[in-house]
Structures are given as C-alpha cells and as structure tokens.
C-alpha cells in the first residue's frame, strides 16, 4: 500500500512562488509514477506534472509549462511541486497522486491520492 501526504499550501500573492511537498510510504513498484493534479473552485480536476520515481523523468502540463516544475528526492521519499510566476487563476486544491501506469494525464491512471492542499493565490 501507497501513502501520501501533501504539504504546503497557502495563501500567496500573484507573481510570488510556492513549493508542495509530497511525502511517499510504500514499495516503489505501486508508484513508479507520481503526479499532481489540482482542482479548481467549479472546474474538473486538471493534470499538472508527472514523474518517474526511479529516473526522475518529468513531464508538465501545457498550461503550466515554463512555471511550475516536478521533482523528487529519493532519501526523503518526497515529491516536490515548485510554482514560479503564480496566477489568480492558479487557485485550486491541489493534489498528490501514485500508480503504475506511464499514462501521465489520465486521474483514472493512478491508485493512490493525497488528501490535497489548498493554493490560493491573490490579485
């Protein structure tokens, strides 16, 4: 079994930055890929980045190319989301994914989920 734990969500101004974390428990088979998603307030849930555990192969999502980055550190077991040059329009849950698939965009793709965290950002 996968646990997830997100962290790191707050309130920030447009144009500032922000970090989430996400803290993995379990065997690496079941989260060969890890993501974030986000949902915003009346929207569908949105992929934001993926990567692979073991390489650290990243892959962004067109809308937030060039702003946001993925990354990971092995000896945490930790995922991290870095949010550069943040936008109104940013605002959303944003949440933690793992599973075994390479379908990075797919939400049905992933087995396990974080509780989410919250991202609102400020004109």
């Known amino acids: 079994q996968v646990q997830l734990v997100e962290s790191g969500g707050r309130l920030v101004q447009a144009g500032g930055s922000l970090r989430l974390s996400c803290a993995a428990s379990?065997?690496?088979?079941?989260?060969?890929?890890m993501a974030w998603f986000r949902q915003g307030p009346g929207k569908d849930r949105e992929f934001v980045g993926g990567?692979?555990?073991?390489?650290?192969?990243?892959y962004i999502s067109d809308s937030v190319k060039g702003r946001f980055t993925i990354s990971r550190d092995n000896a945490k077991n930790t995922v991290y989301l870095q949010m550069n040059s943040l936008k109104p329009e940013d605002t959303a849950v944003y949440y933690c994914?793992?599973?075994?698939?390479?379908?990075?965009?797919?939400?049905?793709?992933?087995?396990?989920w974080g509780q989410g965290t919250q991202v609102t950002v400020s004109s």
């Open positions: 994914a793992a599973g075994r698939s390479y379908y990075y965009a797919l939400s049905n793709a992933y087995n396990y």
């Open positions: 990567i692979r555990w073991s390489s650290g192969e990243t």
């Open positions: 379990g065997g690496t088979f079941s989260r060969r890929i």
